[in-house]
């Protein structure tokens, strides 16, 4: 099939950086976000700056919303041309209910195959990028959807955060795990398993000496990695520890290529500032 009858697109849940999207040629659909009663388009009405600054004034978080399945019909019509199918990356089902809703969205839109990517944020770079190879090498829409849903496994994707103040006040922690882990400056990484978030390691202290044990610890036990590209992404942390959190993967990783973006409102209302992920694409699984 000829690339350029199949079109990738995702959720601004993705948090791909704008050149990696254009390099690529993704179309984007906005999460949204709701604060004070008002809804906004993630990233385009709202960043997480605003979301950071709302809760230092007010004690509230901004909460979520899917996307709706009349929302998908319109931006899949939009997308798609004579002749053109549609691979659609979606955020894991595990954590949202837009991929029912796009899925939903297919039966109004045909030539859309919808791919449950069991991976948030930039996990779903390693997706966009199989789904460009195969279609580049003559792959048609509905094999490449089967071979991605394959593959996602092989994803590997962990965050570690900084306070679980935003998590408490979502009602996915509660408020005595919150005020001993604050006490104690406990912080937990969050891997994506199976497509849902689970906690699977605890670290003490400051979060700037916390993150170099927690890329060291996920790239040392991971195994085999593909090691051409590999993503970094952050809720606002500080340039000083982006750079030696890149210096630090280059040396342990060997990665050709190391993507970093700061992540959108979609995931940033949940994990609060500060917090910082590693994904990466096994070869082992």
């Given at each position: 099939?000829?690339?350029?009858?199949?079109?990738?697109?995702?959720?601004?849940?993705?948090?791909?950086?704008?050149?990696?999207?254009?390099?690529?040629?993704?179309?984007?659909?906005?999460?949204?976000?709701?604060?004070?009663?008002?809804?906004?388009?993630?990233?385009?009405?709202?960043?997480?700056?605003?979301?950071?600054?709302?809760?230092?004034k007010?004690?509230?978080?901004?909460?979520?919303?899917?996307?709706?399945?009349?929302?998908?019909?319109?931006?899949?019509?939009?997308?798609?041309q004579?002749?053109?199918?549609?691979?659609?990356?979606?955020?894991?089902?595990?954590?949202?209910?837009?991929?029912?809703?796009?899925?939903?969205?297919?039966?109004?839109?045909?030539g859309?195959?919808?791919?449950?990517?069991?991976?948030?944020?930039?996990?779903?770079?390693?997706?966009?990028?199989m789904?460009?190879?195969?279609?580049?090498?003559?792959?048609?829409?509905?094999?490449?959807?089967?071979?991605?849903?394959?593959?996602?496994?092989?994803?590997?994707?962990?965050?570690?955060?900084?306070?679980?103040?935003?998590?408490?006040?979502?009602?996915?922690?509660?408020?005595?795990?919150?005020?001993?882990?604050?006490l104690?400056k406990?912080?937990?990484?969050?891997?994506?398993?199976?497509?849902?978030?689970?906690?699977?390691?605890?670290?003490?202290?400051?979060?700037?000496?916390?993150?170099?044990?927690?890329?060291?610890?996920?790239?040392?036990?991971?195994?085999?990695?593909?090691?051409?590209?590999?993503?970094?992404?952050?809720?606002?942390?500080?340039?000083?520890?982006?750079?030696?959190?890149?210096?630090?993967?280059?040396?342990?990783?060997?990665?050709?290529?190391?993507?970093?973006?700061?992540?959108?409102?979609?995931?940033?209302?949940?994990?609060?500032?500060?917090?910082?992920?590693?994904?990466?694409?096994?070869?082992?699984?």
């Open positions: 099939m000829n690339p350029h009858q199949i079109m990738i697109t995702s959720d601004s849940a993705c948090d791909l950086a704008p050149a990696f999207i254009e390099q690529n040629n993704i179309a984007l659909i906005p999460h949204y976000v709701s604060l004070s009663g008002r809804s906004y388009r993630d990233m385009k009405d709202i960043t997480p700056n605003d979301i950071f600054a709302h809760y230092t007010t004690g509230e978080i901004a909460k979520t919303a899917a996307v709706s399945t009349d929302e998908y019909v319109r931006f899949f019509r939009e997308n798609m004579s002749g053109r199918e549609i691979i659609h990356l979606n955020v894991s089902g595990g954590v949202s209910s837009s991929y029912l809703n796009a899925c939903a969205a297919t039966w109004e839109v045909p859309v195959h919808v791919v449950d990517t069991h991976t948030v944020t930039c996990g779903i770079g390693f997706m966009a990028v789904a460009k190879e195969m279609a580049e090498q003559g792959h048609c829409a509905d094999e490449i959807a089967k071979r991605l849903v394959h593959e996602r496994e092989r994803i590997s994707g962990g965050f570690v955060v900084d306070t679980l103040e935003y998590l408490r006040k979502g009602g996915r922690c509660s408020a005595i795990a919150a005020l001993g882990a604050n104690l406990i912080k937990p990484c969050i891997h994506i398993t199976g497509g849902r978030l689970k906690p699977a390691k605890y670290y003490r202290g400051p979060i700037e000496r916390v993150i170099p044990k927690f890329l060291s610890d996920e790239l040392m036990s991971l195994g085999a990695y593909d090691r051409r590209q590999a993503f970094l992404v952050h809720t606002g942390c500080s340039d000083e520890i982006l750079q030696d959190a890149g210096k630090l993967i280059a040396s342990i990783g060997g990665f050709d290529e190391i993507h970093t973006a700061q992540v959108g409102t979609a995931i940033t209302c949940h994990v609060g500032p500060n917090a910082l992920g590693l994904f990466v694409l096994k070869t082992n699984a």
